[in-house]
Every structure is written in C-alpha cells, then in structure tokens.
T-cell receptor
Framework: DTGVSQDPRHKITKRGQNVTFRCDPI?????LYWYRQTLGQGPEFLTY????????KSRLLSDRFSAERPKGSFSTLEIQRTEQGDSAMYLC?????????????FGEGSRLTVL | QQPVQSPQAVILREGEDAVINCSSS?????VHWYRQKHGEAPVFLMI?????EQKGHEKISASFNEKKQQSSLYLTASQLSYSGTYFC??????????FGQGTELSVKP
C-alpha cells in the first residue's frame, strides 16, 4: 500500500495527558500537512512541512501542539496536556511540490477523544 | 482567510444539476476541490490554476475567476454516488491550502 497512513486510528485519553500521532506520507511526496476536523466543519489547517522544514504553524494553535518531520519522511503531531476541546479528527495529507500545490492525498485520520 | 462556500447544503434528485461556489478574500494561486463521504478521508476532485488550466480525475467541471477570486464546481446529471460533503481549498501562496466550511450534497433516487 503506497497511500498515506496514520497511527493510531483512534485514541481515547483523559484530560491532561499527552498524545502523539504519526503520519507516514507517500514516499516521493516532500510536502506534508496536518489538519484538524470536527463534525460538520472543513479541515482546519494546523501546520505543514516541506521535507524536514516546518513552513508554517497556524496562529490559532496553542503551544501545546508541536509537530516534527525528522529526515523529511514520517511526521509526528504531539498534543500536550490535552483538553476536551482537542477532541477531533486529525488528518494528515501529503503532496508533490511544483509551481502550485499538487493534489493532496489524505490519510484515514486519527480520531482523538479527550474525556 | 478561510474561503466561503455556498450553499451550505443541497438536496437533489438523481439526474439534476448543482453548482457549488467558493469565494476568497485573497488573491489565489490555485483552487482545489475535494469530496468527503461520511467517515472517510477527503478525496481529490480537481485543481484549477491561474491561467485557466484544470487538472482533474473525474467527469466534473469547474471554473476559476481569478479577478473575482471565486471558483464554482458544476455537477451535472447527478448520481447517487455524488452524495457527500464538498470542500474547496484555496492556495494563496507558499503551498498552504485552506479549506472552506463545506457544502453537503444529498442525491436522492
């Protein structure tokens, strides 16, 4: 399977705990995105990378959120001291880089429930 | 910065047509369209580029008015499989893609 994979698919945690999500993009894609989606809403931009460089992080994102992409391959998204408002689907997507952004290939997402 | 989509929801009978609009307050490099079915990840439909070039994988057409910073997605002779939520994604530069709030399309037999 050469698609985007995310792990875990589901995570239930208690408020205050830390969680980490992993994304493995399509191997030849050097751009990687993280989005958050809640019911009835569009994907909300969190951050994106080109290779290992983090190009931008949403200003709406608190310091509890951090993302890395060491070596420009897989990426991790960590949420520290989770809050109930963090409950959402966390989507990862990858794309090729050209003059404009190519088609985004999305993973199945990691669903977070904070109790 | 989030693009605005209209309408928010559409109900169609099989065979009917629909138009979904996407409007941005910023100049755009490109507009993407995606469809998401319940419980699934968004799936690419089409990219519209400055200058009028289109790249898509399905028999769905769209337009991109660069001056008005608007795009429209045209669904003709709708099928049951067209049901889902449609999102436009706008690129304002640097590769960052921002999605609209979505348009829910229901196609009934």
């Amino acid at each position: 399977d050469t698609g985007v994979s995310q792990d875990p698919r589901h995570k239930i945690t208690k408020r205050g705990q830390n969680v980490t999500f992993r994304c493995d993009p399509i191997s030849e894609h050097n751009r990687l995105y993280w989005y958050r989606q809640t019911l009835g809403q569009g994907p909300e931009f969190l951050t994106y990378f080109q290779n290992e460089a983090q190009l931008e992080k949403s200003r709406l994102l608190s310091d509890r959120f951090s993302a890395e992409r060491p070596k420009g391959s897989f990426s991790t998204l960590e949420i520290q001291r989770t809050e109930q408002g963090d409950s959402a689907m966390y989507l990862c997507a990858s794309s090729e880089v050209g003059e404009v952004t190519g088609e985004l290939f999305f993973g199945e997402g990691s669903r977070l429930t904070v109790l | 910065q989030q693009p605005v989509q209209s309408p928010q929801a559409v109900i169609l009978r099989e065979g009917e047509d629909a138009v979904i609009n996407c409007s941005s307050s910023k100049a755009l490099y490109s507009v993407h369209w995606y469809r998401q079915k319940h419980g699934e990840a968004p799936v690419f439909l089409m990219i519209l580029l400055k200058g009028g070039e289109q790249k898509g994988h399905e028999k769905i057409s769209a337009s991109f008015n660069e001056k008005k910073q608007q795009s429209s997605l045209y669904l003709t002779a709708s099928q049951l499989s067209y049901s889902g939520t449609y999102f436009c994604g706008t690129e304002v530069g640097g590769g960052k893609l921002i999605f609209g709030q979505g348009t829910e399309l229901s196609v009934k037999p």
